[in-house]
């Protein structure tokens, strides 16, 4: 039977995913002992470039004792003609158990894990999924308002490009949560108005509803062919501001998966508002991730 990985969030019942969720609060609450992933080789392999998303998985790894390896993957085999499934076995040869990869391509870390005997952690691949991503979020949203069902979350912006969207849409779905998306009809086309998700163009409209709002940047080295008319309508229509702060509840929470861009889809109002949670949500990034790697390699029990 080949090891577990998680691809995307839907590679977790409902039930694991709120195990998930509850192992992470734990170890929030208390980090366990150095020895959950004592002696197992844990690679960190990101063809992309990353800050939060690569130091938050090696603080986990080493939160849970694993043996963490990290290498530029510029200087790997694969960077000289040798294929996915030749990498996944010469990694497994000596001795990784786990990769942690990130990669431009959607579907890379599916053709990873078809080819290596280990687990494969998605930490991102093209537009595709960031699993570990909506789960930090789930986790964050929880912590605040201690349920999901019923909750009302607008996803605001570059959604057709957004792996992070895509992963919080399944994640959000699966627990009860009402989802919204918001953006113009260029990065958001209609068809993503499935499964119960609801599209709106009018982001003014829908503020004043919801108890969460998760903006998203502009991710202009993905943008080609003129999707946008031009920046300045796009932050006219879609921007979190001063102005339109006052359209949101006082006690509902701002999200941002970062890395933002100040202007563009927030201004620094936003940044300074007591209702943001991104650094919430970078903390919260270590425990998920942990308990991630400790469902894959050890299990983690489902209530019946």
């Given at each position: 039977m080949p090891a577990r990985s998680l691809l995307d969030v839907d590679d977790l019942s409902p039930a694991e995913l709120v195990a998930v969720l509850d192992r992470a609060v734990a170890f929030r609450e208390v980090l366990p002992p150095r020895d959950l992933l004592a002696g197992v080789p844990v690679l960190n392999l990101f063809f992309e470039a990353s800050t939060r998303t690569a130091t938050s998985f090696t603080l986990a790894e080493q939160r849970v004792g694993a043996d963490v390896i990290s290498f530029a993957p510029g200087?790997?085999?694969l960077g000289k003609g040798e294929t996915i499934a030749d990498t996944a076995l010469t990694l497994y040869g000596i001795g990784v158990r786990v990769i942690v990869v990130r990669h431009q391509q959607s579907g890379f870390a599916r053709r990873l894990a078809d080819a290596f005997e280990g687990h494969v952690i998605n930490a991102g691949d093209g537009t595709h999924a960031h699993?570990?991503?909506?789960?930090?979020?789930?986790?964050t949203l929880r912590q605040e308002f201690n349920r999901f069902d019923g909750l009302r979350v607008a996803i605001v912006g570059?959604?057709?490009?957004?792996r992070v969207a895509r992963s919080n849409i399944v994640g959000m779905r699966a627990m009860g949560i009402d989802v919204t998306l918001v953006g113009p009809p260029t990065l958001l086309p209609r068809e993503f108005g499935a499964g119960g998700v609801?599209?709106?163009?009018?982001?003014d409209a829908v503020l004043p509803h919801v108890d969460a709002v998760m903006m998203l940047r502009i991710q202009?080295?993905?943008?080609t062919g003129g999707l946008l008319a031009s920046l300045d309508d796009y932050t006219l229509r879609y921007q979190l501001n001063r102005a339109r702060l006052r359209s949101l509840?006082?006690?509902?929470?701002?999200?941002?998966?970062?890395?933002?861009?100040?202007g563009v889809e927030l201004t620094d109002d936003v940044l300074d508002d007591p209702r943001s949670r991104y650094v919430a949500q970078v903390h919260n990034g270590v425990f998920v991730r942990m308990a991630v790697l400790d469902l894959l390699v050890n299990g983690v029990p489902v209530a019946a």
């Open positions: 200087a790997s085999s699993p570990t991503q909506a789960l930090l979020d789930l986790m570059d959604i057709l490009h957004s609801r599209i709106e163009r009018d982001f202009r080295e993905r943008i509840g006082g006690s509902a929470m701002i999200l941002h998966p970062g890395p933002y861009n100040r």
